[in-house]
């Protein structure tokens, strides 16, 4: 291995480091507990080794976002493709998206919540967001018909949105979420 490859790989491995302890440390504290002090501190690196990464914690933010679409894609992915028909692949992908939701929140606010730099709908959005959006669009591609796929996952997805965000500021009672899961999928599956 050539000095020049174990560097370019210290450095990947060293920014994964990074993007891992910002996401664990928000997890645990909120992002606002996420500054490049302290993560400087929890990764032993100084604060330039991290800025010679990250313009900054918004920077951070974004690579979390992404790594996390990385992550609920495949997740999706995974529950798609072990359900045993469509009508129930709806349902494993509705059901993933929402433990997602539930079991790692600071990472699907700084996807979904919080503002990043990042283009979402776009072309240029990074492979891993469009990955997330293409399971959704899988899920549905059965029970399309006529309807428009990517505008009908879109609103199946702001759906799913929807009810998340609304449990979770207890606005809607948690004990009800899977019945709605079950309204809402029975209005999406033919």
Known sequence: MTIQARRERERAERE??????ACELAEAEGWEAVTTRRL?????????????????????????AVE????????????????????????????????????????????????????????????ALHAAFGELVEGLRPHAGEEDLPLLAETFWAALHGLVTLTRGKRLPREHHDRRLELLLRRFVA
Do not use: W
Not at 55 to 61: N, T
Not at 112 to 118: A, H, M, Q, T, Y
């Open 40 to 64: 400087a501190e929890r990764i032993e690196y100084s604060q330039p080794v991290l800025y010679s990464h990250f313009k900054g914690k918004g920077a951070i933010m974004a690579a979390v």
């Open 68 to 127: 996390g679409c990385a992550v609920l894609a495949e997740e999706l992915r995974e529950a798609r493709t072990a359900a045993p028909d469509a009508g129930s692949a709806l349902a494993a992908v509705g059901a993933a998206y929402t433990a997602f939701a539930e079991r790692r929140p600071a990472l699907y606010d700084v996807i979904f919540n919080l503002s990043v730099d990042l283009p979402f709908a776009t072309p240029q959005a990074p492979a």
């Open 16 to 21: 994964k480091l990074i993007i891992t302890v």
